[in-house]
């Protein structure tokens, strides 16, 4: 089974960095586009940031310019640097991929991005 585990948020100040890790499982993760989604409290999932096997890249408008996308595939693993955070950035973070219009696996935990003050 594939599987996709979400680390490295927690409470930061408005203005600061966060680094996000997504390590993934059970799958040919070199063939994927792998995408960071966020849900905030109250509202519906939705698409932050992607990059495809060719390390092509795309952003969502309220994040371009701050945040920035990244893969290892040697490790697996695709990161979301996150720098001047904002109190709208609060939200569950999560990370899944998409191939042959299907999803690299089912949604895991995510992991919690907290920015107040």
């Known amino acids: 089974q594939a599987q996709l585990v979400e680390s490295g948020g927690g409470l930061v100040q408005p203005g600061g960095s966060l680094r996000l890790s997504c390590a993934a499982s059970g799958s040919i993760f070199t063939l994927y586009t792998m995408g960071w989604y966020r849900q905030p409290p109250g509202k519906q999932r939705e698409l932050v940031a992607t990059?495809?096997?060719?390390?092509?890249?795309n952003y969502a408008d309220s994040v371009k310019g701050r945040f920035t996308i990244s893969r290892d595939n040697a490790k697996n693993t695709v990161y979301l640097q996150m720098n001047s955070l904002k109190p709208e950035d609060t939200a569950v973070y999560y990370c899944?991929?998409?191939?042959?219009?299907?999803?690299?696996?089912?949604w895991g935990q995510g992991t919690q991005v907290t920015v107040s003050s």
């Open positions: 990059i495809t096997s060719g390390n092509s890249t």
């Open positions: 899944n991929g998409v191939r042959n219009l299907r999803y690299f696996a089912s």
